[in-house]
């Protein structure tokens, strides 16, 4: 390879420590405006960078999801990369690779580590937010040892080091050199969608979209996913071209908000309900109000390409449904066929999944949300596939979670089986009983009130087991921690949770990737074992615990809501 020098001179900067820059649940996130204070980036960069042991001479991959300072940050990263010392960095052309894309990245190519540079489904923009994160070599999100060790090192850091140099031109594949620091531009599809290839049966899936009789919308936000959509689907699989909506990436999504629910991708929302009003989970399918018929399948991805929302026709499939779905019907796939070695969720994820571990007798873990605690049992070979209710999905394939692995999973189990999704749904609780499930998000609320009310509910926590609400009797509430099985961290106070005889569950969670106030997820779960009383509408379903739930909290009362912000 020639490569093209860029001129450069190290230069130390001084500077002083942010108190601000501590990761949540998936690295630091903040507004722009706050990523746009002289040298705060520069910071959290140098953290991690002093918190890795040696870096000299290895590779680092480097990329984002394209919104806007992504651009910018690229710049600042690779500059400063050089001047750590690292041999080389693999950055997505334009400075674009998904979130599961760059774990692939990472894996492939025996990097050292990664930075990605997302906030995920946030709102992108000058006014929305940004976010940054490391990978380690596994190719999943640091561990909290690190991410812990990184906010040590903000708070005391006073000098950064970076060169001087022109910016690295990353809208060509030509490679470019930072001193000793080689720059490889890749293409950010390539190595993913060839992973894809070898997981999923294309030629299966090839013919359910040349039959005729099947169609389907994937909505990709205007953010990361459309590359990746356009060349998997209407390329390699041979969707028809409209397939792919939204997809062209945009630095602020076309001002949307790329979170892939049923308030979000109102687009594809309104595509597949067809006029129909929506929260539709659990309804029957019927004659569309304009007589169109909607596609058989609909699907969508977030900011950073990591989440996925499956739908049918007229039809929702829960986050926590399409995890057990995905692992009850695992084996049609060729990359599983030989099925799984265990599964995992995320504590508020609904037990759905759990039925079906049991089932298949193979481990089930739980552990607290957040990709990055799956990354240990992944490593171990105790787990193949993990998914959370907040529309994500993966498996051991990476260690991220994965939008458009989970959509190419249902179009293998749908090229195999045959049947609309709704059908596969109603066997799947005919077969396993059926978790009613919602969460109940209340943004932006004032952060001393949210703190109050999760101070109360933890001092509850005692003195709930044996008390009866209605029908229903806790069998035990607590502050939910989880000592990692692999490595033997504990992590502690990750919701609160109150589990009743019957299955039922509430947790309580104050979210770690707002950027405004606080954000309280409520997450309701009732298990119904009786057919005939599966196609309840979900808010129904679960209204005297939903009830239970804000008696408890005293939320709305506290909050001065009414109703909740979002209800997924
Ligand atoms: C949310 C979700 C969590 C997910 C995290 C990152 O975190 O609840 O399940 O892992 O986002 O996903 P929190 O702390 O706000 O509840 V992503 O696609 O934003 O990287
Ligand atoms: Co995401």
Redesign the pocket.
């Known amino acids: 390879m020639i490569y093209k020098d860029v001129k450069m001179t190290l230069r130390t900067v001084p500077t002083k420590p942010f108190d601000d820059q501590k990761p949540?649940?998936?690295g630091l996130r903040k507004k722009v405006s706050v990523f746009q204070q002289p040298h705060y980036l520069e910071n959290f960069v140098q953290a991690i960078f002093n918190a890795l042991e040696n870096c000299k001479g290895k590779t680092l991959v480097l990329g984002g999801d394209g919104r806007f300072y992504n651009r910018h940050a690229i710049q600042v990263i690779l500059k400063m990369a050089a001047a750590a010392g690292f041999g080389k960095v693999l950055v997505g052309h334009n400075g674009i690779l998904s979130?599961p894309a760059a774990s692939c990245v990472i894996r492939k190519h025996s990097a050292f580590g990664g930075i990605i540079l997302s906030a995920?489904?946030n709102p992108g923009g000058p006014g929305g937010d940004f976010g940054i994160k490391y990978n380690t070599t596994n190719g999943g999100p640091a561990p909290e040892k690190i991410t812990d060790d990184i906010y040590a090192r903000t708070r005391y850091l006073q000098r950064y080091y970076i060169v001087d140099a022109s910016d690295v031109p990353l809208d060509t594949l030509d490679p470019t050199r930072l001193g000793d620091m080689r720059v490889e531009v890749i293409d950010p599809v390539y190595d993913y969608a060839e992973m894809m290839e070898s997981l999923f049966d294309f030629p299966a899936i090839r013919q359910l979209f040349a039959s005729n009789t099947f169609s389907m919308r994937f909505d990709a936000m205007h953010a990361v996913t459309g590359p990746y959509a356009h060349d998997i689907l209407e390329n390699r699989l041979g969707a028809p071209v409209g397939t792919v909506m939204n997809g062209i990436p945009l630095e602020d999504f076309g001002d949307g908000h790329p979170d892939p629910n049923l308030t979000y991708a109102h687009d594809l929302v309104e595509t597949m309900f067809n006029g129909r009003s929506q929260h539709p989970a659990s309804r029957g399918t019927g004659t569309s109000m304009c007589g169109v018929q909607p596609p058989d399948f609909g699907a969508a991805s977030?900011g950073?390409g990591?989440?996925n929302m499956i739908l049918g026709k007229r039809f929702f499939v829960t986050p926590s449904d399409s995890l057990a779905v995905i692992a009850a019907n695992a084996r049609l796939a060729p990359g599983y066929h030989r099925g799984l070695a265990g599964v995992a969720r995320?504590m508020p994820t609904s037990m759905a999944v759990d039925r079906v571990a049991q089932a298949l007798n193979i481990g089930c873990y739980e552990t607290p949300?957040?990709?990055k605690f799956f990354g240990n049992l992944m490593d171990a070979g105790r787990v193949t596939l993990c998914g959370?209710?907040?529309f994500?999905t993966g498996s051991s394939h990476v260690r991220e979670?994965d939008g458009l692995w989970a959509v190419l999973f249902w179009l293998n189990i749908l090229a195999v089986r045959q049947q609309p999704v709704e059908d596969i749904l109603r066997e799947h609780w005919a077969k396993y009983g059926r978790n009613f499930y919602t969460r109940h998000d209340y943004e932006n609320v004032d952060s001393t009130i949210a703190k109050d009310i999760m101070a109360q509910l933890h001092n509850s926590m005692a003195t709930l087991a044996g008390k009866t609400f209605g029908m229903r009797r806790v069998a035990y509430s607590d502050d939910f921690s989880y000592t990692d099985p692999i490595d033997g961290s504990v992590s502690t106070g990750q919701g609160m949770r109150i589990g009743f005889e019957d299955g039922a569950r509430i947790v309580f969670?104050l979210?770690?990737?707002?950027t405004e106030g606080a954000?309280l997820?409520i997450y309701v779960e009732a298990y119904e074992a009786d057919p005939a009383k599966h196609m309840q509408d979900t808010q129904h379903a679960l209204a005297d615990l939903i009830g239970i739930a804000n008696q408890l909290s005293g939320i709305r009362e506290k909050t001065g809501r009414t109703e909740p912000t979002v209800i997924t």
């Open positions: 949540g649940t998936s979130t995920s489904h977030d950073d990591d989440r995320s949300t957040g990709w959370e209710e907040s994500g979670k969670r979210s770690g990737t707002g954000t997820r």
